[in-house]
């Protein structure tokens, strides 16, 4: 919460020669922080509907993996961060290249690299407590 409203404030830097004295400067600013406050909203959802689709693609009739995993593979994901995730779902459930997912979100090669790897780490960890061993995982 902090963050954003440290994004509003900085937003309200930035437009400040916006601003027009004759009018009070409360709700020209809480305005800003409103937009601030719907724009993590929207991001937010779309950051859960990704999940849920991930979740349905895991849970699909067509899927490989054992029913056992597909629960704890969704749990695992929902638990990462949206940058990490959105790489994830990019390469492995949209099937996209290192460069078509670097394009797709306007990142570099070696940012969506990194953020990869991270990302695997991390599904490892979480996969970890609930109890699936990498070798069940990668099946």
């Not at 070696?110 to 990498?134: C, F, H, M, N, P």
Request: include cysteine.
């Amino acid at each position: 919460m902090w963050n954003r409203f440290q994004t509003a404030s900085l937003n309200a830097y930035r437009a400040f020669d916006r601003f027009r004295v004759d009018r009070p400067f409360g709700p020209w600013f809480f305005t800003i922080v409103a937009n601030e406050a719907r724009t993590c909203y929207r991001t937010r959802a779309r950051s859960a509907a990704v999940v849920r689709r991930a979740a349905a693609a895991l849970t699909g009739a067509s899927d490989s993996r054992p029913y056992e995993l597909r629960a704890p593979l969704a749990e695992a994901l929902a638990s990462l961060s949206s940058a990490h995730r959105e790489i994830v779902v990019c390469r492995y459930f949209l099937g996209l290249s290192e460069e078509e997912t670097a394009r797709r979100l306007a990142l570099p090669k070696g940012t969506v690299k990194s953020r990869l790897s991270r990302a695997i780490d991390r599904l490892r960890v979480e996969l970890g407590l609930r109890g699936v061993s990498a070798e069940m995982a990668a099946a």
